[in-house]
Nanobody, 112 residues
Framework: QVELVESGGGLVQPGGSLRLSCTAS????????VHWYRRAPGRTREIVAR????????YYGDSVKGRFTIARDNAKNTIDLQMNSLKPEDTAVYYC?????WGQGTQVTVSS
């Protein structure tokens, strides 16, 4: 059984940083392309970033380029999303996705 669990969300002021992690059980991230998506209230789901396998090429949505970084930690079987220079418009629930599997999401709120 595959389970994805996101963590690291919270409340942060504009300009601040957060680091999200997605941990998998029952599946190896090293063998798969992994995505981070987000959904803000009243908006459609948006891809934030992905990292491919096996080439580890990152891709970023236009709204987060230059601010967010996706990375693998194969030893821990996690995918991290480092989010810097956060803006209020980054407020959303962030989800980890691989194949047909989704985590439960972690809330990120950027507000002063």
């Amino acid at each position: 059984q595959v389970e994805l669990v996101e963590s690291g969300g919270g409340l942060v002021q504009p300009g601040g940083s957060l680091r999200l992690s997605c941990t998998a059980s029952g599946l190896s991230f090293a063998d798969n392309t992994v995505h981070w998506y987000r959904r803000a209230p009243g908006r459609t789901r948006e891809i934030v970033a992905r990292i491919t396998s096996p080439s580890n090429q990152p891709y970023y949505g236009d709204s987060v380029k230059g601010r967010f970084t996706i990375a693998r930690d194969n030893a821990k079987n996690t995918i991290d999303l480092q989010m810097n220079s956060l803006k209020p418009e980054d407020t959303a629930v962030y989800y980890c996705n691989v194949l047909q599997y989704w985590g439960q999401g972690t809330q990120v709120t950027v507000s002063s």
